[in-house]
């Protein structure tokens, strides 16, 4: 089992930035570098969306370019941590981000194992 935990959410005004945080807890056997970790977000009434990805090679995947543009994945397997470094944020960047773990790097959330409870981020116009 694995256990995640997000932070670095808030309210934050049209072009700033936040840097998201996601801590893994792993039980004994079970070690984070083997995890491929991602980020999802979701606004209330749509279907998640595919925000990032990081492999366990480090390889980094976005879910459109406009998050490949503004949006940075890396992960410290010395602290079983990724972040998401969201620059130039929009006001249709406000949802709950999620973190997830997983065998790959898959863009189906279902393809996940394991998720965060969430982290809302809040862009004001």
């Known amino acids: 089992q694995v256990q995640l935990v997000e932070s670095g959410g808030g309210l934050v005004q049209a072009g700033g930035s936040l840097r998201l945080s996601c801590t893994a807890s792993?039980?004994?056997?079970?070690?984070?570098?083997?995890?491929?970790m991602g980020w999802f977000r979701r606004v209330p009434g749509k279907e998640r969306e595919f925000v990032a990805a990081v492999r366990r090679s480090g390889e980094s995947r976005h879910g459109t370019d406009s998050m490949k543009d503004r949006f940075t994945i890396s992960r410290d397997n010395a602290k079983n941590t990724v972040i998401l470094q969201m620059n130039s944020l929009r006001p249709e960047d406000t949802a709950v981000y999620y973190c997830?773990?997983?065998?790959?790097?898959?863009?189906?959330?279902?393809?996940?194992?394991?998720w965060g409870q969430g982290t809302q981020v809040t862009v004001s116009s």
């Open positions: 792993a039980a004994s056997g079970r070690t984070f570098s083997n995890y491929a």
């Open positions: 997830a773990a997983g065998s790959d790097s898959s863009t189906k959330g279902l393809a996940w194992n394991y």
